[in-house]
């Protein structure tokens, strides 16, 4: 990287089931306090009864949004996302009266939102017919009941809409969505704009809610975690007695620069990106995309970073407690970084969607200024077919100055971030 521009991280804000803010968020980690509580679904045509999901507590978006009036277009996601990005602005010291508005863009993961059950009930009743939903009505009586603005709220665009407008951000501005990969896609794409010299600060985030009730009833999951009454130990990455994941919500940003931006204002440098890199593999039966997309991933960024994996501190896993895929992340960490340790923060907080990434990259970033590595909570023994070094129990000590962040969907996708941490 030597020729390139170099960029660095200078802020971090999170949103999400174990706090809002470093904090809150530092704190739960440090406790070992999961986020993940039982939950009553209790909906037209399904069945209540407990299971599991990490919801965001005591979030209030008029305490960050800006002009409050904005709320009205804004989903939760959407609130989410922008109060995450207000954090990570703030944390990163930079003086919006000193911007230059043409060299600051946004990019933000995403994945479709769904709407609220509130929103349609009137406007369906007005369609319903002797007891049935009758479409050839909607047009007529319906839709006339439903806010002209809906869709606005729940375009996966929109995030990165509102908080470029927010900030008057008039650089490059995009949205990927890729599942839980989104957030790191969205850190790779906002990296390379830095390199390609198109914007001086980028502000990188992402957001997602599994836990909506009209998404719950649409795509209930089999791959959830049956521990119902212990919640806050169901989620066990490559644990020899895992059997799901948990869903939740939230949101994560970063503020990233050049190295010469960041420099030039004396800002605070938590960590500097060296290393990128993702693959899709088509998954196989019984497995097999996964491993392969995830070392390929993890090999790119290493190269990239010019280092090999007896330098990494850490990897930040994706570890999600389903069986297939942490068997496939555990044999790719194993074929390439066997003696790296290795923590996954879904433990904490379940899957967040498309904000998952960046909210467990945070706790490594924040970890750096405490010269702490979090550990997993829940698993007591790590499966004999994972064969990770799993940090439990107790924090780590950093001894190393580059760790890895790993994401991967169920579809074979997989990225890798490799990060070095800035100067104490």
Same mark, same amino acid.
């Given at each position: 990287?030597?020729?390139?521009?170099?960029?660095?991280?200078?802020?971090?804000?999170?949103?999400?089931?174990?706090?809002?803010?470093?904090?809150?968020?530092?704190?739960?980690?440090?406790?070992?306090?999961?986020?993940?509580?039982?939950?009553?679904?209790?909906?037209?045509?399904?069945?209540?009864?407990?299971?599991?999901?990490?919801?965001?507590?005591?979030?209030?978006?008029?305490?960050?949004?800006?002009?409050?009036?904005?709320?009205?277009?804004?989903?939760?996601?959407?609130?989410?996302?922008?109060?995450?990005?207000?954090?990570?602005?703030?944390?990163?010291?930079?003086?919006?009266?000193?911007?230059?508005?043409?060299?600051?863009?946004?990019?933000?993961?995403?994945?479709?939102?769904?709407?609220?059950?509130?929103?349609?009930?009137?406007?369906?009743?007005?369609?319903?017919?002797?007891?049935?939903?009758?479409?050839?009505?909607?047009?007529?009586?319906?839709?006339?009941?439903?806010?002209?603005?809906?869709?606005?709220?729940?375009?996966?665009?929109?995030?990165?809409?509102?908080?470029?407008?927010?900030?008057?951000?008039?650089?490059?501005?995009?949205?990927?969505?890729?599942?839980?990969?989104?957030?790191?896609?969205?850190?790779?794409?906002?990296?390379?704009?830095?390199?390609?010299?198109?914007?001086?600060?980028?502000?990188?985030?992402?957001?997602?809610?599994?836990?909506?009730?009209?998404?719950?009833?649409?795509?209930?999951?089999?791959?959830?975690?049956?521990?119902?009454?212990?919640?806050?130990?169901?989620?066990?990455?490559?644990?020899?007695?895992?059997?799901?994941?948990?869903?939740?919500?939230?949101?994560?940003?970063?503020?990233? *620069?050049? &190295? @010469?931006? %960041? !420099?030039?204002?004396? #800002?605070?440098?938590? =960590?500097?990106? $060296?290393?990128?890199?993702? /693959?899709?593999?088509?998954?196989?039966?019984?497995?097999?995309?996964?491993?392969?997309?995830?070392?390929?991933?993890?090999?790119?960024?290493?190269?990239?970073?010019?280092?090999?994996?007896?330098?990494?501190?850490?990897?930040?896993?994706?570890?999600?407690?389903?069986?297939? *895929?942490? &068997? @496939?992340? %555990? !044999?790719?960490?194993? #074929?390439?970084?066997? =003696?790296?340790? $290795?923590?996954?923060?879904? /433990?904490?907080?379940?899957?967040?969607?498309?904000?998952?990434?960046?909210?467990?990259?945070?706790?490594?970033?924040?970890?750096?200024?405490?010269?702490?590595?979090?550990?997993?909570?829940?698993?007591?023994?790590?499966?004999?077919?994972?064969?990770?070094?799993?940090?439990?129990?107790?924090?780590?000590?950093?001894?190393?100055?580059?760790?890895?962040?790993?994401?991967?969907?169920?579809?074979?996708?997989?990225?890798?971030?490799?990060?070095?941490?800035?100067?104490?």
């Amino acid at each position: 990287m030597s020729n390139q521009i170099r960029v660095v991280v200078t802020g971090v804000g999170v949103v999400s089931p174990i706090g809002i803010g470093r904090d809150s968020f530092v704190e739960s980690l440090r406790q070992g306090r999961s986020g993940i509580t039982k939950w009553e679904l209790d909906a037209p045509g399904e069945q209540p009864g407990p299971f599991l999901v990490a919801r965001v507590n005591d979030f209030d978006g008029k305490n960050y949004i800006q002009p409050r009036k904005a709320i009205k277009l804004m989903s939760r996601e959407l609130q989410t996302a922008y109060a995450a990005s207000m954090l990570a602005f703030q944390e990163s010291g930079i003086d919006r009266a000193t911007l230059n508005v043409d060299r600051i863009g946004t990019v933000f993961g995403s994945e479709m939102i769904y709407g609220d059950l509130e929103e349609y009930s009137d406007a369906i009743k007005r369609s319903v017919v002797d007891g049935s939903f009758t479409s050839g009505n909607w047009g007529s009586e319906g839709m006339r009941l439903m806010n002209p603005l809906w869709m606005l709220k729940y375009l996966p665009n929109m995030a990165a809409c509102h908080v470029g407008i927010a900030l008057d951000a008039r650089g490059p501005n995009n949205t990927i969505t890729s599942e839980e990969n989104s957030g790191l896609m969205a850190l790779i794409e906002a990296a390379n704009v830095i390199r390609r010299g198109a914007a001086d600060i980028m502000v990188v985030g992402a957001t997602g809610n599994r836990v909506n009730t009209t998404r719950l009833i649409y795509r209930r999951q089999e791959k959830i975690s049956k521990h119902v009454d212990n919640p806050s130990t169901a989620l066990r990455p490559f644990a020899a007695d895992r059997d799901g994941t948990v869903e939740g919500e939230g949101a994560a940003a970063l503020v990233i *620069e050049s &190295l @010469e931006h %960041a !420099q030039q204002r004396n #800002a605070n440098i938590i =960590a500097e990106f $060296v290393g990128w890199g993702s /693959s899709c593999v088509r998954p196989a039966q019984p497995y097999g995309g996964n491993r392969v997309a995830t070392m390929n991933s993890l090999r790119v960024a290493l190269d990239m970073a010019k280092i090999d994996a007896n330098q990494l501190d850490h990897i930040n896993a994706n570890g999600n407690g389903t069986q297939e *895929e942490d &068997l @496939e992340e %555990a !044999q790719a960490i194993a #074929a390439l970084a066997p =003696a790296t340790p $290795v923590t996954a923060f879904k /433990s904490y907080f379940g899957s967040l969607g498309a904000a998952t990434g960046l909210a467990e990259l945070a706790g490594s970033l924040w970890g750096i200024k405490d010269n702490a590595v979090y550990p997993t909570l829940s698993t007591q023994q790590v499966d004999s077919a994972c064969p990770v070094k799993l940090i439990q129990g107790a924090i780590k000590p950093w001894t190393q100055d580059y760790f890895a962040k790993l994401s991967q969907t169920c579809y074979g996708q997989s990225a890798c971030v490799v990060l070095k941490k800035g100067p104490q």
